[in-house]
């Protein structure tokens, strides 16, 4: 079981504001991990940072046993790709949208058009090459999103409340796809969502997150039925947590 990215006393200040503070952990490769916690507690800045977007105030970063400092953040920003509640694409096909990154790393059209072809069928897309970007529904645009990070080989998935504004159908579908994803090709995923019904059905591991600060770290079966903190216990029953 090694480590793929590590966090160790990482403080995020923006201002007045600490939005992580001293927050260490690891992430196993090939896990699915969930970040749970209100609004504001930190979700968000947690992924950022491990993207590779955001540079913490204290603290290091490990990727693959390898400190990350400006010189080699690329290493991580190669390899991961971090996808929003809404993804920017390019205002175009979907094959095009997918096909970019394949052609400037050099790949023969039929090369790409093989590619293309089975990530669309792996995020249920299948046959959708020639239709327009705006024409997508939320979850079609979503599902285009895993499949261009699919595409590009990437080891680490980050996912910023992916669902939030989807449909229960939508949802459920995306959820399967993760989970494929994840069993097919061993991808890292990380999933920050702020509802624990979403954590409990994905995460192999859970970390609740309130005000910057780790709460609580563990299994998610054994989080969501014995768990150690209050807060924790709180937050899981839909209480006000103070
Ligand atoms: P979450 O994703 O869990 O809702 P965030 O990571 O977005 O939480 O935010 C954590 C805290 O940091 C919040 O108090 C938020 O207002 C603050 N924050 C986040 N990003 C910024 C920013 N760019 N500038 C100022 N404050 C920020
Ligand atoms: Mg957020």
């Known amino acids: 079981m090694s480590c793929l990215i ?17 927050v260490s952990l690891e992430v196993i490769k090939g896990e699915i991990l969930a970040i749970i916690g209100p609004n504001g507690s930190g979700k968000t ?67 790409i058009k093989e590619k293309v072809r089975e990530a669309l069928r792996i995020v249920k897309l299948e046959g959708y090459e020639s239709r327009l970007i705006k024409k997508l529904s939320g979850g079609e645009q979503q599902r285009l999103s895993l499949a261009r990070a699919l595409i590009l080989n990437t080891e680490l998935i980050l996912l910023d409340e992916p669902t939030t504004n989807l449909d229960p159908y939508n949802v459920a579908m995306i959820e399967e ?53 209050k807060r924790t216990k709180s937050f899981i029953r839909g209480e006000m947590i103070y």
């Open 45 to 111: 800045t947690m992924l950022r940072i491990m993207a590779g977007i955001e540079k913490p105030n204290n603290g290091e970063i490990y990727f693959n046993g390898t400190r990350v400092h400006d010189r080699n953040i690329d290493m991580i920003r190669s390899r991961s790709t971090m996808i929003f509640q809404k993804t920017v694409f390019f205002n175009t096909t979907v094959y095009k949208n997918l096909a970019y990154g394949l052609k400037l790393r050099g790949y023969s059209k039929k090369e």
């Open 177 to 229: 796809i993760i989970c494929n994803i994840n069993r097919n090709f061993n991808t890292t995923i990380i999933i920050a969502t702020h509802n624990m019904f979403q954590a409990k059905r994905l995460g192999n591991k859970v970390i609740f997150l309130l005000n910057g600060e780790v709460v609580e770290v563990g299994k998610a079966d054994k989080m969501f039925e014995d768990p150690q903190d």
């Open 6 to 22: 590590a966090l160790k006393n990482v403080t995020k200040r923006y201002g007045e504001i600490v939005a992580l503070n001293n």
